[in-house]
């Protein structure tokens, strides 16, 4: 469990650090075909304030677990989580659908990584999910709802490299949805995609 605490946090911060990294002069970003701005945001900014300041500072428990037992295995964290939810905040924060009110209707710019949802047969992708890092839904248990954006993608996107991040812009909204896969805090109807680059 902290080996997966600490990875999610630590590609947390890759991601702020790339998005911090970018060209000041770049704060927002205007659409061509329809003059939009977009604000730059991270990842952190979907949490509210107290829900961040909970998972950045851990209870000691999560240090004292040793890496590969069974307190570590991510069915004993899932358990866990379940289970001492209600008396502990940490475990609450992980799991957290609270979401970051000011950011609703708000036309964003964020980096991410896709997990198609919806495709056709020539793998042409009408919805995904946004999430912080690789592998999140797919080969790692999936990040907090506050931690995944459902895209809706009418026009369709084509995407030859799903292992690699992209900046994705469009309006944000704090909407709950519920998916086989996963389930988000917040949607997005999609009005640009491009490969990230800081």
């Not at 890759?14 to 939009?36: E, Q």
Request: proline share 8%; net charge negative; charged share 20%.
């Amino acid at each position: 469990m902290k080996a997966i605490v600490m990875s999610c946090l630590w590609m947390l911060s890759i991601l702020v650090a790339g998005a911090n990294a970018a060209d000041d002069s770049d704060d927002s970003v205007s659409n061509d075909t329809d003059n939009l701005i977009f604000e730059t945001i991270e990842w952190p900014d979907l949490m509210p304030p107290e829900v961040l300041a909970i998972l950045l500072n851990p209870p000691e428990y999560i240090a004292e677990i040793e890496d590969g037992s069974a307190e570590d295995q991510i069915s004993s964290q899932m358990k866990s989580a379940v289970n001492q939810s209600e008396e502990d905040a940490y475990q609450q924060a992980l799991v957290s659908t609270d979401v970051n009110e000011n950011l609703d209707g708000a036309m964003i710019r964020i980096p991410g990584f896709v997990v198609p949802l919806e495709f056709d047969e020539e793998q042409t992708i009408s919805q995904f999910f946004l999430v912080p890092y690789f592998g999140a839904c797919l080969h790692m248990p999936p990040p907090p709802p506050n931690q995944i954006i459902l895209v809706n993608a009418p026009k369709g996107i084509q995407m030859s490299a799903l292992y690699d991040p992209f900046w994705i812009e469009g309006q944000l909204s704090t909407s709950f949805q519920e998916n086989d896969m996963a389930t988000s805090a917040y949607a997005m109807r999609l009005q640009r995609i491009e490969p990230y680059s800081n």
